[in-house]
């Protein structure tokens, strides 16, 4: 059977099924949603038949107003994104007109989980509205947004950037879970792939592609042992680890209990979960058992939820329970309710409750582009990397070509968005070392450690994933 290959980055966890596996749908959705990336579908947006989603040009004001044949030459307003770009150009590359470039979008909206990444297609359609309407342009060019669903399947992904590669000068902010699909096309052409982030191997290694959430398994702050040890300093000595029987989480779990065990945490308990397992009372038994004071849970937020409900119902509850961004929702606070309050999730990004000047900037502008939209990690990073996008095309100039673009983006090793995001080591392809922990209490989340900001430590290289 056709090998699935899973999300290995540690923000994104067991979302596809291991070599020889059978799943059904109801299970292949349940192991593919993070639960950050929102649900339903915009409306307007439906997939067109080429691939394309309707009404999603992404420019401000009437349509047509940004006719590359009559560019609008207003220079950048003071403190532009692109205010360093100087003079005008013409069609310097494809995609690239005197008046427009053209970027796509390349996300999950159908499939298994209707909108499974369609925050990360909101969140790169709120950045160009934003920059079209307040920022001037690059060079005289503004944003055209061109937006595709890849399926939730490498084929549909690897159909939308053979599109891309035509139609567009880059791909941004794009979020797929068989993103292997696509590294091919994208190497071939040579587009510019600036990603929420990279999820699968393949990609992480295709010469063209960087997220910008910059994660990659093998790769752990000591940060993030590190903050948990210092919150929780009476349960260091006896922390588990649970996560779902599949490559990705696997992979994770063992990356990221090895870096705790090197920062002097102790684990009493390690257990896989099959995702056919419907019983989780065995396993909380077994946490009782052995005095476990820490849970950390890899896996899709949904089974979190799960296990979290056994617990509820024996009676047991530890002083943490820990698990990625991606539980970072108000979907997760709704289907697990009482049962769920005292999570901890370890970020590196910004958080929703607090007053960061870019976090807000990109919630306002979703509430435009899709009202009633919860903002959501995904989203977040892909505002940021039709930011860094914009900074870097204003870099190279009006000669804008794809591989000077690509020369640009190699060249970035601190990208935050403007604080947006903790430091993300985008041209390196290199895991964040700083983060931050929130916790859902009474039904909302608040900042846990530290007292503001990201605490930052050394890469612990785990050799797991590597």
């Not at 691939?51 to 307003?77: F, I, W």
């Not at 342009?137 to 690897?158: N, Y």
């Not at 993103?179 to 063209?208: E, F, K, M, N, Y």
Request: charged share 15%; with cysteine; glycine share 12%.
């Amino acid at each position: 059977m056709h090998r699935r290959t899973a999300l290995i980055a540690f923000v994104v966890c067991a979302l596809l099924a291991s070599c020889g596996s059978r799943l059904t749908d109801e299970q292949r959705a349940a192991l593919v949603v993070p639960q950050g990336g929102g649900t339903g579908t915009e409306q307007g947006t439906a997939p067109a038949e080429d691939g394309a989603v309707a009404g999603s040009d992404g420019t401000a004001g009437q349509p047509g107003a940004n006719n590359p044949q009559q560019p609008n030459k207003q220079a950048n307003p003071p403190g532009s994104i692109a205010g360093g770009c100087q003079g005008t150009g013409g069609a310097t590359d494809k995609g690239v007109t005197a008046g427009e470039i053209t970027i796509a979008n390349i996300s999950d909206i159908s499939g298994p989980v209707p909108g499974l990444f369609q925050a990360a297609q909101q969140g790169t359609k709120a950045f160009v509205e934003y920059f079209n309407a307040t920022q001037g342009a690059i060079c005289g060019r503004k944003l055209k947004l061109v937006s595709f669903d890849s399926r939730t399947d490498s084929g549909g992904d690897q159909q939308a950037t053979s599109q891309a590669c035509e139609q567009a000068f880059a791909m941004v902010g794009s979020m797929s879970g068989f993103d292997q699909g696509g590294g091919p096309a994208a190497a071939a052409c040579g587009i510019p792939d600036l990603r929420a982030s990279t999820v699968t191997v393949q990609r992480q290694r295709t010469p063209v592609s960087f997220g910008v959430a910059s994660n990659v398994v093998n790769l752990v702050s000591s940060a993030y042992p590190d903050l948990i040890k210092s919150s929780f300093p009476n349960a260091a000595s006896a922390a588990s680890f649970l996560y779902l029987n599949v490559d990705a989480s696997s992979q994770n779990a063992r990356s990221m209990q090895k870096a705790a065990e090197q920062r002097g945490m102790k684990f009493v308990y390690t257990q896989a979960i099959d995702i056919a397992d419907v019983n989780y009372a065995p396993y909380v038994a077994k946490l009782k058992e052995t005095g476990a004071k820490i849970v950390y849970w890899m896996g899709s937020a949904q089974y979190a939820v799960r296990l979290q409900q056994a617990m509820r119902q024996q009676g047991y509850t530890p002083e943490a329970f820990i698990t990625d961004p991606s539980a970072y929702d108000a979907q997760y606070v709704r289907q697990g309710g009482a049962a769920v309050d005292g999570t901890v999730v370890y970020t590196n990004g910004g958080l929703f409750e607090e007053n960061n000047p870019q976090v807000v900037l990109y919630k306002q502008w979703l509430g435009r582009v899709a009202p009633g939209a919860s903002p959501s990690y995904f989203g977040m990073f892909a505002w940021a990397a039709a930011r860094l996008f914009v900074q870097m095309a204003a870099k190279v100039g009006p000669q804008l070509t794809r591989k000077a673009m690509l020369d640009q983006v190699r060249g970035v090793h601190d990208f935050t968005a403007e604080g947006m995001v903790a430091p993300q080591d985008v041209g390196g392809k290199r895991t964040s070392a700083c983060m931050s922990l929130v916790r859902l209490k009474g039904g909302t989340w608040s900042r846990l450690a530290p007292a503001s900001g990201y605490s930052c430590g050394a890469l612990i290289d785990t050799g797991v994933g590597g």
